[in-house]
């Protein structure tokens, strides 16, 4: 048996694991092929079975396969699979898969193919996602975890799980005190108006979060974290010159959820490296000011201030600081 998934890595995860228990494996017992992965080792591993029940196999076509390099290797993998007999469970993850690909795992067994909705949709998959996981709640806390998460599924179903544990039906309010993800989500905003050159705009951002109840340090915190995710993604932009840097590659790169991902690399676009450096190191310092008695929110102003109008002195650009 083949079962084949190709979509949001998450949700193919997921469902893997679920196409596993469903096919008798206990968790943990299937052997996982990911990078290195090769037709001979397919072809082996997927004839043990005998005294031992049947082979269980999951690969990871995403980690095993990259860029040109990896074509050859998983077409032949793909060939493997042709001649594997015997009633060995296999389980694929292939993200990434082509329409072509996806016809090709249809032909070998049964394939799902796990987009994530956009959009309204978006809303309405978060609601299905809370009633399935019993979490009785108010209709906006659905829009609300996909304005916050965006199209990240791992995030969004951890939040749903956090939820679920509470027991209780959860209002919007409810549900911002538990999720508690707006200083990280709008420390992108206020950088992106840094890089703007936009002074009060910046300045309106971190007032918003420190108004709204967040602690100066963690407002700190949060800028400083986004800087540094800009400053890894300059340096892969300028690794992987004009190829394509796919979400799923940044997020891997980065240690970071897709949303950040992509937000890191389109700021990045904008600014080199040493400019984020600079500013990265600015913003360290007012940190530590701001913890050995310099009044925390004047720290903060102060230092956001200094850094939107170092862009605005390089002009619209924003390409040097």
């Known amino acids: ?10 949700l193919c995860r997921r469902a893997g694991r679920a196409a596993l228990a469903a096919a008798g494996a206990a968790p943990g ?3 996982e092929l990911a990078e290195g992965m090769s037709a001979q080792d397919v072809t082996r591993l997927a004839s043990q079975g005998g005294l031992f029940g049947r082979a269980t196999l999951l690969l990871d076509f995403e980690a095993a396969f990259t860029g040109a390099a990896g074509v050859k290797p998983r077409n032949e993998v793909m060939k493997a699979l042709e001649g594997v007999t015997g009633g060995a469970t296999i389980v694929a993850l292939d993200p990434d898969a082509t329409p072509a690909r996806q016809k090709a795992w249809r032909a070998l ?12 949709r978006l809303r309405d998959w978060v609601a299905s996602e809370l009633g399935e996981a019993g979490v009785e ?8 975890l996909a304005e916050v998460f965006g199209e990240d599924a791992a995030a969004i179903a951890s939040e749903v799980q956090k939820l679920a544990a509470l027991d209780e039906r959860i209002g919007l309010e409810r549900a911002k005190a538990v999720v508690n993800r707006e200083a990280t989500r709008d420390a992108f905003d206020a950088i992106e108006r840094i890089a703007a050159g936009d002074v009060a705009g910046a300045v309106a951002v971190t007032r918003r979060l420190v108004d709204a109840g967040e602690a100066v340090p963690r407002v700190f915190g949060a800028l400083a974290w986004q800087f540094m995710l800009v400053a890894k993604a300059t340096g892969l932009r300028q690794r992987e010159g004009a190829r394509r840097i796919g979400g799923a590659q940044a997020a891997a790169a980065l240690g970071a959820a897709p949303y950040a991902a992509e937000k890191a690399l389109a700021l990045a676009a904008r600014l080199d490296e040493a400019a984020v450096a600079a500013a990265l190191a600015e913003l360290l310092a007012a940190d530590v000011a701001a913890k050995t008695g310099r009044d925390q929110e004047l720290a903060l102003d102060g230092v956001v201030i200094s850094l939107a109008r170092r862009w605005q002195r390089a002009g619209s650009g924003g390409r040097r600081a």
Request: net charge negative; proline share 6%.
């Open 1 to 10: 048996m083949i079962v084949s998934f190709s979509g949001d890595r998450f």
């Open 29 to 31: 017992a299937a052997v």
């Open 109 to 120: 067994g049964d394939h799902r193919h796990l987009a994530l909705p956009r959009g309204d």
């Open 137 to 144: 709640s108010e209709p906006a806390v659905a829009a609300y």
